[in-house]
């Protein structure tokens, strides 16, 4: 079998699962990864076949989409990669929320799974934010098309829908807590985030941007280069995270039974949904960094209640129903 997976590249997250996925995804034959979009920041070995600048997220430095370098970087080259995408070579088609190859299959009329954490908003069962966003809907719904889906979330909310797919260090991880919080908000510059965590003078922060490049200290926070590895080592290690609206983060602490404060992107219609599904699980939830940022805090540290959920599918069988998706099969 020849499979063909689609990652969209804007954040950390898919790339992260494609690579816990691939190990078992050989298993059945050839993989070729298509990776589209330009702000992850992680590194890693895997077959990346085809590559794209797609679309991707930029941000202010103090929180909220950035739109107009957002609409600077679409590319009117989209149209020509979709058509050139070879997809007619491969039997399985596995797309990650990615536009060109859901453009390229419509193209050539070739079937493909929406497979991740997107897939899930296929629902009507998925939680949506209170804040009802008709174009964020309709990107969730209808940018990427396929037709079969798979989608992760913290909850089984409808039939099609699994658990995360949690990391085997974090699986195979003794957590311990050793005091600090780490913290991955990749919306903020470090210039509007250092103060708030200067006040907390009594707590250590470990910091993850992609604005430095090697270990650097201020005061109680220390800023750590963008590296899966020791994320993964602070977040075992730590008492809780300060973390944006996205998904794997706060599935992977949640499994560690860490707790947590989810900070969504502003505007960002998804992470609003993600944080609607962790407020419904008590996870504390902040609009956005503020004044009222050092009182939340304590109230989260002194009086706030550790999250665990249990996985109810391992990867090996997540991966044996998506294989069964096949055409062929």
């Known amino acids: 079998m020849k499979i063909f997976y689609a990652i969209q590249g804007t954040g950390n997250g898919h790339i992260s699962r494609a690579v816990q996925l691939y190990p078992y995804l050989k298993k059945y034959g050839e993989v070729d990864f298509f990776l589209s979009g330009s702000n992850a920041q992680l590194n890693v070995d895997i077959p990346i076949k085809f590559k ?5 997220l930029f941000y202010k430095p103090t929180g909220g989409l950035d ?6 970087s679409l ?6 990669e979709a058509k050139d995408l ?7 088609i596995i797309n990650d929320f990615e536009f060109i190859t859901s453009l390229s299959c419509s193209l050539k009329k070739k079937k493909s799974i929406q497979f991740g954490h997107q897939a899930s908003f296929q629902s009507k069962l998925t939680p949506r934010a ?9 990107v969730l719904e209808k940018m990427v098309k396929s037709t079969d889906y798979m989608g992760l979330h913290f909850s089984s909310y409808d039939k099609n829908i699994y658990n995360p797919i949690i ?5 195979q991880a003794n957590p311990i807590d050793e005091g600090h919080i780490t913290v991955y908000l990749p919306q903020y510059a470090i210039p509007f985030l250092t103060p708030f965590l200067h006040q907390q003078k009594g707590t250590h922060f470990e910091v993850f941007t992609k604005e430095v490049t090697q270990i650097t200290n201020s005061k109680n926070v220390t800023f750590f280069p963008i590296h899966n590895q020791v994320f993964t080592s602070s977040l075992i290690r730590c008492h809780g995270i300060i973390t944006a609206g996205g998904f794997e983060t706060p599935a992977e602490a949640m499994y560690l039974n860490k707790k947590i404060i989810s900070i969504p992107i502003l505007h960002h219609y998804e992470q609003a949904c993600n944080a609607e599904a962790m407020r419904a699980m008590g996870v504390m939830v902040l609009k956005k960094l503020d004044n009222e940022f050092s009182k939340q805090f304590t109230t989260w540290l002194n009086e706030t209640n550790k999250i665990q959920f249990q996985l109810t599918h391992h990867t090996k069988s997540i991966v044996e129903d998506l294989i069964s998706k096949a055409p062929y099969n």
């Open 52 to 56: 794209s600048k797609g679309v991707s």
């Open 67 to 72: 739109y107009k370098k957002i609409s600077k």
């Open 75 to 80: 590319s009117f080259k989209v149209l020509q």
């Open 86 to 92: 070879p997809l007619d070579n491969y039997d399985l």
């Open 130 to 138: 209170k804040v009802f966003s008709p174009i964020g809907n309709l």
């Open 167 to 171: 990391k085997d260090e974090i699986i």
